[in-house]
Each structure stands twice: as structure tokens, then as C-alpha cells.
């Protein structure tokens, strides 16, 4: 039996045998037709573990014939990357092309190794394809970020995973000693979590744990595997996106006793402390709301002082702003706003701005009827005068509905005596 793992022997060579992001490779899709026009820019792909961003990174070096360089942002620095520009500024020849450097987790590099790439990637010495799991927007520097086209990666769908698992039974030679039948799919899909890498994982660990030649993958024996053999697991598959979303529902559940366990396991485990700051800010907005304005505040201030401090004292801010958002009255109104006016636009498309609302720069404007009968709310008492801000095909539609907290009683009282009626509904 080989000692390279299943998924490692079935990472396909060329774009061909790639399975999955069909929007990106598939017939007439955009890095298809860069990668056969032979002239690939820097760019940036972005999405979930074990979707293929190294797997594509490699079949575009390979099917361009280009020199490749790898590093990973986790063991490598600034003298690494100088180390790896300047072989590959060695390795330039006239009209040779030049040189592809892959980084792994490239969200993880600081700013000054981030930096250290600017020169190189600006002047071509190499071409950069970063891969990463978080929002480059975020966490790659904006200077770099300019110079790079970002491609979105999918999560792999049931049909691409399940090709995936006959690709591997058929094709794999140490598999192919063994008769493998898939009686069922569901646990080796669910564990996966949509990640093709901890799939294959998976199927080995069941394959060699069985000593007939024979093997009939079930369920259970799925789950049986798995229960003995927790190392499957780590924080940048399946179990980083559990914790996560196991700590930001406990928030919203307002249990904050499981929120701190949460977010104690994600630090134990490595976590990169500025996802988490960065998810307490959304679940601020997106869960406590208008309920607790302060809340937004706080994740915001919380997320500049973890920028700040670091590990491990960044643990601190992160547990006092759970405890803060947990403890906090909730509300998913502005959320439910958004999604309903962002429904009523695409349902009714782009409707005129009423005329009395109209900014009316010019002479024939002003003649058009832009701006007339404005009401200027601070020349009425209580500073509000009633009129239509909304299109006339829509001005009777409400999408902030005020829910029952004491902060948002507030404002419903407060938008009942401007508006009356309105706002009984």
C-alpha cells in the first residue's frame, strides 16, 4: 500500500480531471479561458477547505509549464519569501515566462510579508496565486489586493463529492486491490462537510480499518470510524465551521456560559483570533440590533483592541465581548429590514425617486418639478413633517418591523406619533 494519503494520489494533473467550480474551469468559464490563453495574472482564490484552490493552483502552473514555488503563510516569513523571489528572479530569461508562487493561507501572512511581495508581483518577477478561507477583503493588504483578480471557490456539491468517491474506488490503484461497494452516502457526505480533501480522508481511514477484501461503507460504519478516530477533525474543516457556528448561536441563544466554552475550544485550538473578533462584530449587528445599539460598538471597539494586543491577551477582550453580546437583549429587525427591502427592490425593480425628494441642481431641474413641495423636516415642530419618501407603487410597504424589546418599544412609539396608522399594522 502506498504511504501518500488517498487524496494526495488522486489530485488531478490537468484541468480536464478537475471536479467542481465549473462557473471558474467549465466550458467558457473565466480561468479556463486565462489558463488557455497561456497568460495567467496574479489572483487570489477564495473559498472553503478542500475545494481545490492548491489542486488549481498547481494544474495552472503545470498546464503553463511555469516554474512553481510554494510556501504557507503559517511556516513561513519574510526572509522566506525575499528567499524565494530572488530564485526566482534568477530563473528569468528573455521572453521566458515567469515563475508561479503559491501561498497557502495567505490571509495569514502579516502586513510586512505581505509587503515583501508587492515589488515581485508589481514588477512580474513572479506570478502570485494566493489561496485562502477568509474574506480577502479583509485580511490581504489593499495595494496587494489591487494587483490580483479574486475568484470565489464553492462548496462542493453531493454530485461533485459523489464523482469524487467513484473516482477514487475505480482509479486508485492500492484501492482498487480491494472489491469497495458505497452502500450508503449520507455519513461520509455530512462529515465532510463539503470539504473533497477530509472526504477521501474519511474513505481511506474506513477502507484500511477493514481486513476483508470486501468492504461494504455504511452509515454506521462511517460514524463507528469516526468516533474512534477524532484526529480526522480539525479547525480548518468540518469542526471550524461546527465551533463557529455553535458559538454564534449560543450567543443568540443567549446562553453565555456556551458561548465562552465555544470560544475557548476555538482558541485552544489555534483559531486565528481575528475571525472570531470578526464574527462577534456580525453577530452584533445581525443578532442584538437595535435591541442594544451599544453592542455594534463594543464588537467594533473589541476587534481594533484584538488588532492591538494579540495572543494571548486578545483572549480576554474576545470572552468579555461573548459575555457582553450573550447577556444582551436581541433583535433581527435591521436584519429582516435589509432582506425585505432588498426582496421588494428585486421584485419591483428600479422605481422612480419621488419628485419632491429629487435633488434639483440645475435651472431645468428646478423647472421640472425636482425638489417642489419639499418638506424641510426641521422648519416643522418636533422636527418632522409627513410626506412620501418612497416610490409611489411602494409607499405603502413596511420593512422595518420594531420587535419587542424595551429599546425598540421606544422607537415604535416614537414612529407611531410621526407617522400614526402606519405603524400600527
Known sequence: MSRSPLAERLRPKKLDDYIGQEHLVGEGGVLRKMIES????????????????????????????????????????????????????????????????FIDEIHRFSKSQQDSLLGA??????????????NPSFEVISPLLSRCQVYVLKHLDKTNLQRILELAITKDTDLKQKEIVIKEYESLLRFSGGDARKLLNILELVILAEENEKVVVTNDKVTERLQSNPAIYDKNGEMHYDIISAFIK????????????????????GEDVKFIARRLIISAAEDIGLANPNALLLAQSAFDAVHKIGHPESRIILSECTIYLATSPKSNSAYEAINSAQALVKRTGNLP???????????????????????????????????????EMVKNERLYKPQSNASELKILERLKAWWGKRFDK
Open 121 to 134: 508581483v508589481e514588477q512580474g518577477t513572479v506570478t502570485l496565486i494566493g489561496a485562502t478561507t477568509e
Open 353 to 391: 425617486v419621488p419628485l419632491q425628494i429629487r435633488n434639483a441642481p440645475t435651472k431645468l431641474m428646478k423647472e421640472l418639478g425636482y425638489g417642489k413641495d419639499y418638506k424641510y423636516s426641521h422648519a416643522y415642530k418636533g422636527n418632522f413633517a409627513e410626506q412620501d419618501f418612497l416610490p
Open 250 to 269: 449560543s450567543i443568540r441563544g443567549s446562553d453565555p456560559d456556551a458561548a465562552v466554552y465555544w470560544l475557548a475550544r476555538m482558541i485552544e485550538g
Open 38 to 101: 497561456g497568460n495567467i495574472s496574479s489572483i487570489i482564490l477564495w473559498g472553503p477547505p478542500g475545494v481545490g484552490k492548491t489542486t488549481l493552483a498547481k494544474i495552472i502552473a503545470n498546464t503553463l509549464d511555469r516554474p512553481f514555488y510554494t510556501l504557507s503563510a503559517i511556516n513561513s516569513g519574510v526572509k522566506d519569501v525575499r528567499e524565494v523571489i530572488e530564485k526566482a528572479r534568477k530563473q528569468q530569461f528573455f521572453n521566458h515566462p515567469n515563475p508561479i508562487l
